[in-house]
């Protein structure tokens, strides 16, 4: 997967494999503009996630952010994603995650859910695929509907902002 990303990404790209613990200590303080952690943090021990974004929150250069995505464990369909990989160890929700970065010294104020609708455009010349797009975006409707009147009818608050299968936050330092 490494190969494959040095071959997509510029030279300037800084591509790091290896325990994050370990990769992390050797780095120097707000020496970073970015980081993505994709489907990395589930797979985290639940008392070494505050002290992981403790410590990307240290090499993270003021203004940075952090890019996380995992499976929602807030979605109805989250037994099937988090326990559908055996490897995955803490299945995390919206609130969760955000907790984790507060505790880890984020504020809060600076963490956005990402929402991803899909894409919907009307064409005459496919009008195959633009009617499959269309009942894409309806599916996508009325999950987010059915997740919100699951948490109305449970009563569960606060509400997630997202029920997609995949959580995607950015947080900002």
Do not use: K
């Amino acid at each position: 997967m490494l190969t494959c990303a040095r071959a997509r990404l510029p030279d300037e790209v800084v591509l790091h494999h290896g325990p994050a613990a370990a990769v992390l200590a050797g780095c120097a303080g707000a020496s970073y503009d970015g980081i993505f952690l994709h489907h990395v943090i589930e797979h985290v021990p639940r008392t070494e996630i505050v002290p992981l974004l403790a410590e990307l929150r240290r090499v993270l250069a003021p203004g940075g952010w952090l890019g996380l995505r995992t499976p929602n464990a807030s979605s109805l369909l989250a037994g099937a994603l988090v326990h559908g990989d055996i490897t995955h160890v803490t299945p995390l929700s919206e609130w969760a995650i955000l907790q984790a970065l507060e505790l880890a010294g984020f504020d809060p104020d600076s963490v956005e859910v990402l929402l991803h609708p899909p894409r919907l455009y009307w064409s005459w010349r496919a009008p195959v695929r633009a009617g499959a797009r269309f009942l894409n975006r309806l599916r996508w409707h009325g999950g987010r509907l059915l997740d919100r009147g699951v948490c109305v009818l449970l009563d569960v608050r606060p509400r997630p902002r997202s029920g997609e299968p995949e959580l995607e936050m950015i947080a900002r330092r």
